[in-house]
């Protein structure tokens, strides 16, 4: 299985600043037709989770463009520019390229 | 406006069976596959099952495979989860989501214990 890692907690960050939450594949998500199969999801305290965005760095619909995904085939990050109150929660990644579906362990991000 | 809910949920003694629904609507439900997905009391997400559109094609992990089953009626636009031996391991919040992960229900919480 594709195992996914994510540090548990992220720096408290003032609101206003930028934040990148980072996310590690133990396998290549690129697949044959180019595209790599990463998804980024905030679940905010309460909520079900949300997805923000998929394919590595494409935004889902509605999703602020102040969230950007990057990355390589194993290594991803999510940056969240001029961070507000209300981003606040756990952020998860998954990976899609192959079966089983896996997840990161998520990331907490706190605000100052 | 997509919305699913799922329902079901409840208390079952380990070795017990349950059943867990997924109302669709909003969109058009047998164009898309489905998926139900977990997260534990730890808050880790973990992928239970996923059926094609049509039905016909499923798939699960090892740590519910023989256990689970995953089904849907496309004309009932309702995906279901058939669950049976369950352990306390699969204590939960049950959520169904469409493919691609893009939309979430507000999940439905299992709990096994004696």
């Known amino acids: 299985d594709i195992v996914i890692t994510q540090d548990e907690l992220s720096n408290p960050v003032t609101s206003g600043e930028s934040v990148s939450i980072s996310c590690r594949s133990s396998?290549?998500?690129?697949?044959?037709?180019?595209?790599?199969?990463l998804n980024w999801f905030l679940q905010r305290p309460g909520q079900s989770p949300q997805l923000l965005i998929y394919?590595?760095?494409t935004r889902a619909s509605g999703v602020s463009d102040r969230f950007s995904g990057s990355g390589s085939g194993t290594d991803f990050t999510l940056e969240i520019s001029r961070v507000k109150a209300e981003d606040v929660g756990v952020y998860y990644c998954q990976q899609l390229v192959e079966y089983p579906r896996t997840f990161g362990g998520g990331t907490k991000l706190e605000i100052k | 406006e997509v919305m699913l809910v799922e329902s079901g949920g409840g208390l079952v003694k380990p070795g017990g069976s349950l059943k867990l629904s997924c109302a669709a609507s909003g969109f058009t439900f047998s164009s898309y596959a489905m998926s139900w997905v977990r997260q534990t009391p730890e808050k880790r997400l973990e992928w239970v099952a996923t059926i094609s559109s049509g039905g016909s094609y499923t798939y699960y992990p090892d740590s519910v495979k023989g256990r689970f089953t995953i089904s849907r009626d496309n004309a009932k636009n309702t995906l279901y989860l058939q669950m049976s031996s369950l352990r306390s391991e699969d204590t939960a919040m049950y959520y169904c989501?469409?493919?691609?992960?893009?939309?979430w229900g507000q999940g439905t919480t299992l709990t096994v214990s004696s």
């Open positions: 989501a469409r493919t691609g992960f893009d939309y």
């Open positions: 396998k290549s998500l690129l697949y044959k037709d180019g595209k790599t199969y």
């Open positions: 394919l590595m760095s």
